[in-house]
């Protein structure tokens, strides 16, 4: 298993509270990622990182902002928790960006309920 | 694609036959393809992946064939045993216009003891 820690596994939150994500990897990839799972959407990408402080938005960013201070850190905040961002949140990471041989690996799942 | 429906499509397999599972990908640039396992409750999980100069992978009890012409991938479980439950999906790997990873809704398998 790829070395990718999420926590929490679980949260249950009030609609308007700020959440935060964390992630941590021990592969010293380059590149990470924050997915959300719902049924009928498959995965979809909220922020990824290429770098420290290099960050950009995925398809669905809105209401998520992330940070990474360290290579091994990925922080996936939602400042104010909406019902609509009830979901499962993976964070991923590669050791390369894009094309041949950009093998995307998973962590085991963060499931936030917002009520 | 990236939107489907509501319900994955299921394949349901009696224990100790071979499975064999489609997906169908978007873009002909892409040029890299993986396949992953999902079970319950747990993040998606690699199995394998090929290239596009590559038509066909084997790995243990796992063949992933692909046929860029009609822009087909499938994935050969064989001798599918109850742990190999879970969903299956597809991911492509786009080359142009930027960086991106499109992965499949799945399908849900099944194995019958």
């Known amino acids: 298993d790829a070395g990718i820690t999420q926590s929490p596994r679980h949260k249950v939150t009030e609609t308007g509270t700020p959440v935060t994500l964390r992630c941590h990897q021990t592969e010293n990839h380059r590149y990470m990622y924050w997915y959300r799972q719902d049924p009928g959407h498959g995965l979809r990408l909220i922020h990824y990182s290429y770098g420290v402080k290099d960050t950009d938005k995925g398809e669905v960013s809105d209401g998520y902002s992330v940070s990474r201070s360290k290579t091994e850190d990925f922080l996936l905040t939602l400042e104010s928790a909406t019902s609509s961002q009830t979901s499962v949140y993976f964070c991923?990471?590669?050791?390369?960006?894009?094309?041949?041989?950009?093998?995307?690996?998973f962590g085991e799942g963060s499931w936030l309920t917002v009520v | 694609g990236e939107n489907v429906g509501l319900h994955l499509p299921t394949l349901s397999v009696q224990e100790g036959d071979n499975s064999i599972i489609n997906c169908a990908y978007s873009?002909?640039?892409?040029?890299?393809f993986i396949w992953y396992k999902q079970e319950s409750g747990k993040g998606p999980q690699f199995i394998i992946d090929i290239r596009s100069n590559m038509d066909k992978r084997q790995g243990q009890r796992v063949t992933v064939l692909l046929n860029k012409t009609v822009k087909h991938l499938s994935l050969q479980i064989a001798a599918t045993q109850p742990g190999d439950s879970a969903v299956y999906f597809c991911?492509?790997?786009?080359?142009?216009?930027?960086?991106?990873?499109?992965f499949g809704a799945g399908t849900r398998l099944f194995v019958k003891a």
């Open positions: 991923a990471i590669s050791e390369y960006g894009r094309g041949s041989g950009n093998t995307i690996y």
């Open positions: 991911a492509e790997n786009i080359v142009t216009g930027g960086f991106k990873t499109i």
């Open positions: 873009n002909s640039a892409s040029d890299y």
